[in-house]
């Protein structure tokens, strides 16, 4: 079993966190507020879980991080984190890692059939992606949508089991449809490790400069672009 030191990344919703491992032992883990000074928090945490086992920066070989969607100052610190790490340390590599994938994986152990994640993805809609569970593992068996809740809940199979932060902000229910508990609607960082190592045994590794967030919706300057063009268009009519 090789013995590379990995580190498990977490900004994407308030409740931050880094887990460390070495090989495919989860060693441990901290958490911290990431509403607030994230980029500092983080960079003070994971060196004290480092710090705790005697290891440097420089001993990170994978670095595995939650890229959302999710908050978007959050997923921006914790990318720019993994990219800086895996150019500064030679040798290290990166694993993106879907939030919403980390979520699903937290409802592995629940009764379902079918299991959507719902995140908020601002102006009243929502981001969901469905999952499936294929030879024991959680997989995504749709690509991710952004659209109204009712929309989406006309189409969705039944039953379903709903979970994810959006849910906070969403009032989705109907025939067949269950919420799972609040408690898994937030990443772990310890599952984000778990997913992040088995990504990571399957050689699904990112280059750093090709590390991005993934969106829910258009940064803010895009979408203001596309009201522009959007309201040109009409002038012309």
Not at 195 to 202: D, E, P, T, Y
Not at 213 to 229: H, T
Request: net charge negative.
């Amino acid at each position: 079993m090789s013995d590379e030191v990995s580190i498990a990344i977490e900004t994407s919703c308030r409740n931050g966190g880094v887990a460390l491992g070495r090989g495919d032992e989860l060693l441990g883990a901290a958490r911290f507020d990431a509403q607030g000074r994230a980029a500092g928090q983080l960079i003070t945490t994971l060196d004290e879980l480092l710090t705790s086992r005697s290891l440097r920066p420089t001993d990170i070989r994978q670095v595995y991080v939650s890229v959302g969607p999710g908050s978007f100052t959050g997923v921006r610190v914790g990318v720019t984190a993994a990219r800086t790490l895996a150019q500064a340390v030679p040798g290290a590599r990166c694993v993106a890692v879907p939030t919403s994938l980390v979520v699903a994986e937290q409802a592995a152990g629940l009764d379902w059939t079918n299991l959507a994640v719902v995140l908020d993805a601002g102006d009243g809609r929502i981001y969901v992606t469905r999952y499936a569970r294929r030879d024991g593992q959680v997989v995504p068996v749709s690509e991710p949508v952004v659209t109204a809740p009712g929309e989406w809940l006309a189409s969705a199979p039944r039953p379903v089991l709903l979970t994810g932060e959006g849910l906070s902000y969403h009032e989705l229910s109907g025939e067949g449809v269950e919420l799972a508990e609040p408690a898994v609607w937030l990443p772990e960082v310890e599952i984000l490790w778990r997913v992040g190592r088995r990504l990571a045994n399957a050689g699904d590794f990112t280059e750093y400069h090709s590390l991005l967030p993934i969106y829910a919706r258009p940064v803010e300057a895009v979408r203001s672009q596309q009201r522009a063009g959007d309201a040109d268009r009409d002038a012309a009519k």
